[in-house]
């Protein structure tokens, strides 16, 4: 298992801008390697025999012409340009899979970060000594034990920080449950108003901080679009809406660390859907943005590392599983359904319930039937990459997710029986 810490780092003024360099350095090799990659395509469409586009061939090219064209680049650590062209490749391999859009050219003060390989830095107490730059002072000790393997330093707003990774190991990292299991298995339906609604009807209500800060928001864009171009007053107003966009994005990740961590330490066996983020948003223009605000997309990542941690299971249910439109007393489907339609009422047995609490208890039930079907000695979801599932009652498929095993079983009709 790999986790990384972020720690927040306190560069003095020259350090700070060597960290700039190094991020620009990072840049301009990411933005060189990606117009070689077109040219190359280009080329290769044209008349088949040139080679097709690959990432270590313009790393070569690259390391040829660089001492000439490009001699600044040694003043900054030589992970800074050389990684480039694997996250080039990552983002191509991504484009292909259908995961994310084709890359594009990376802008000046925007995601700024250089990588930084495990034989060349070290960590000890509060301070970490890096290449060409020196020893910087870190506002918290390294908290995971084990093999580091690379860090990666980054700047949001006026603030710097490093992300180093770690791997613990399988069993090593075990961080122990509380010490009151509330549930054996707990079904979770998120929405928007209440971000998550409880099986044993408890209810998380979401923060919403963009939606609370939006008005600073938009008067700040209007200050900072406004202001002239290359001006000192630009530039402050750039880093005033930065801090305001990264108040908000911690708000967000606070709550949501609080609320994984806790579902995660007071049950057994958590069920969860399996939503669509990305296309929600394409699709439903008027909920885009109080789906980002609430992020789903988020707190679905972190669920899917922190049961490992918290030795919990996860069940994610199907991608179309009617859990909101089916009774959760009968097994009746109300097709009619809608998102104004916050009460769900039952035509068979006359069950009138809150549209989430009924969504929840589905997925509940939806754990019961899984665990079973799976037999006692079968996990749900299990950190060993050679699952084999035991049972044959029911259709189910193995899936890799942030180093998780999910069984995604089809269980469509399951609450009827």
């Not at 620009?24 to 990659?37: I, K, P, Q, S, V």
């Not at 469409?45 to 000439?68: C, G, H, R, W």
């Not at 209440?194 to 963009?210: C, E, H, I, M, R």
């Not at 899917?304 to 009617?322: E, H, S, T």
Request: charged share 25%; proline share 3%; net charge positive.
């Amino acid at each position: 298992m790999i986790l990384a810490h972020k720690i927040r780092l306190y560069p003095t003024k020259e350090q700070a801008i060597e960290f700039t360099k190094a991020c620009g350095c990072a840049r301009f090799t990411y933005n060189w390697a990606l117009d070689e990659w077109k040219k190359m395509y280009d080329a290769h469409k044209s008349n088949p025999t040139f080679p097709k586009p690959n990432a270590n061939l313009l790393k070569k090219k690259f390391n040829s012409i660089k001492s000439e064209q490009f001699p600044w680049v040694y003043d900054s650590p030589k992970d800074a340009n050389q990684r480039a062209f694997t996250n080039l490749n990552n983002a191509f391999q991504m484009f292909f899979k259908g995961i994310s859009d084709y890359p594009v050219f990376k802008k000046k003060n925007n995601k700024m970060s250089f990588y930084i390989s495990n034989d060349k830095f070290s960590v000890k107490d509060y301070k970490i000594q890096l290449p060409r730059i020196g020893i910087v002072e870190m506002t918290e000790k390294l908290r995971f034990e084990g093999k580091i393997k690379s860090a990666v330093i980054s700047k949001t707003a006026n603030k710097w920080f490093v992300s180093i990774a770690v791997d613990v190991g399988d069993e090593i990292y075990k961080k122990s449950k509380s010490k009151i299991i509330k549930n054996d298995v707990l079904g979770i339906d998120l929405g928007l108003t209440t971000f998550a609604t409880g099986s044993d009807s408890s209810q998380v209500l979401a923060p919403k901080p963009l939606k609370k800060h939006l008005k600073q928001l938009k008067r700040l864009n209007r200050k900072y679009s406004r202001s002239k171009k290359d001006s000192k007053n630009r530039e402050k107003a750039r880093m005033r809406l930065a801090k305001k966009h990264a108040t908000i994005a911690n708000i967000r990740r606070d709550f949501l660390h609080k609320l994984t961590t806790q579902i995660c330490r007071e049950n057994q066996t958590v069920v969860i859907e399996d939503l669509s983020v990305k296309k929600m948003m394409m699709k439903n223009h008027h909920l885009a943005q109080a789906i980002g605000d609430v992020g789903w997309g988020e707190y679905r990542r972190q669920m899917a590392y922190k049961n490992q941690i918290y030795d919990a299971n996860l069940i994610v249910a199907p991608p179309f599983y009617p859990s909101s439109k089916t009774c959760s007393c009968c097994g009746w489907v109300d097709n009619d359904l809608t998102l104004e339609d916050r009460t769900f009422e039952c035509k068979e047995c006359g069950l009138v319930m809150d549209r989430d609490l009924n969504a929840s208890i589905n997925l509940h039930t939806l754990g019961l039937k899984g665990i079973n079907a799976c037999g006692d000695e079968t996990s749900v979801v299990t950190k060993d990459s050679s699952l084999q599932v035991l049972s044959t009652k029911q259709e189910s498929v193995v899936v890799s997710c942030e180093n998780v095993n999910i069984i995604y079983t089809d269980l469509t009709q399951v609450i009827r029986q």
